[in-house]
């Protein structure tokens, strides 16, 4: 677990607002998960998350005073693009950006509940499809579910997969997950407060892609 | 048939050699070609050709004279990288980008030759499945294979195809495929060109991603 555990994320103030630079610090080193995937088949997923993840940065390097935290910069925006908002900018960018983050966090919550397929316990397609039902696949139409229940039998190996979460060592299964565990404490916090976040500030849009 | 015929390939001098810089420009306007298709899931294949063109570019621009042709990029890569030769470079990225270029030219190719399916003749699938299995299938795993089946479904109609071609602005079938046979002209021989060197250099590789 030396590619999460390294970065973890920062434990949530008392007024629950999150920090746009230590966010952003955080969140950068999340992409390479996708290549623990193990498939070139998840490039593009993890294309798409690096590109949120600068259109945040651009917006929030434009003014770091201003943007300081998350929040700020969904009011900002809201006063700058009128009628085009929320679906613009880095709104528009963390909309998408927490769903996949949100993909992640059920992805290794399943995991370390011992969720399993019991007639594959090696396989983590359960916990993958799961990820998918709780955070994605109702924005996605027909023909992208479609292509995600083709590229979810390129995912790897349970094994695998949390050897490649541990830097490519072999890790004991247990110890790895009591470090996903671990992981998921802060990591959930923020991202549930970001979901509160759109939804209070009526952010949230349900269109399909 | 704005989009390509403003942005002709040159035709080949006489010594069949194609020059870096035209050839990066003519590429260049290439990738709006996906956008023609009309649906993001298009999106991670345009980036894909956007990263090999880019690839080929930033050796190009790394010493202009030295990389005037495109065949002096691979004997010069083939000198300086040794065993991990050809699958390196812009020698790779030439690669595949030939390919994409193919499957470009056997749909369009296909589509002038008035090949269609009797049973649909306004949708374009068919002529996309020959380019795909002429240009690109056997390059890929059962899995991508399975990913391009279903994407195949995304495809426009032949006539909102032609028109995203022509820019939006709607235009006789005739018309547009007269430009599209005349766009070919140069894009077939360059490219036929680009394949007959990796032949002969022995550049062609055919694992599968
Ligand atoms: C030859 C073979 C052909 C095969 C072709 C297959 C093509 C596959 C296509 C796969 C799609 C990859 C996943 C990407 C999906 C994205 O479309 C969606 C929506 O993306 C958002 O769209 C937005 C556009 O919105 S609009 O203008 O309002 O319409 C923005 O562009 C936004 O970026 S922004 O920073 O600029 O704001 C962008 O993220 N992204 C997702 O669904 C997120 C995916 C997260 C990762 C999920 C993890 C799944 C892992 C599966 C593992 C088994
Ligand atoms: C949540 C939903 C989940 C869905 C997930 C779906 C994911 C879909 C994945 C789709 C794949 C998109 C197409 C891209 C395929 C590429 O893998 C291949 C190989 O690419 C090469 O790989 C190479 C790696 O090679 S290795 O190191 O030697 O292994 C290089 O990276 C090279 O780039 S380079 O410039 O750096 O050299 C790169 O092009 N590309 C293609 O197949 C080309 C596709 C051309 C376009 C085809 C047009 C199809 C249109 C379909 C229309 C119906």
Sequence with gaps: ??????????????????????????????????????????????????????????????????????????????????????????TLALMWLKRGLRFIQVLLQSLVDGEKDENNPNLIRVNCTKAYELALKKYHGWLVQKLFKAAVFAAPYKVDFLKALSKGRMVKEEDCLAKIRQFLVNFTAANDTIYEMYTKMNAELDYTV
Tied chains: 1, 2.
């Design 1 to 90: 677990m030396a590619l999460l555990m390294e970065h973890q994320f920062k434990q949530l103030p008392a007024d629950k607002q999150v920090e746009t630079r230590s966010f952003l610090e955080s969140v950068s080193y999340l992409p390479p998960f996708f290549d623990c995937l193990g498939s070139t088949v998840f490039a593009p997923i993890k294309a798409d998350i690096v590109g949120n993840i600068t259109t945040i940065k651009a917006v929030y390097d434009s003014n770091p005073s201003r943007f300081k935290t998350l929040q700020k910069i969904l009011e900002a925006e809201k006063e700058m693009h009128g009628a085009d908002w929320p679906k613009v900018g880095a």
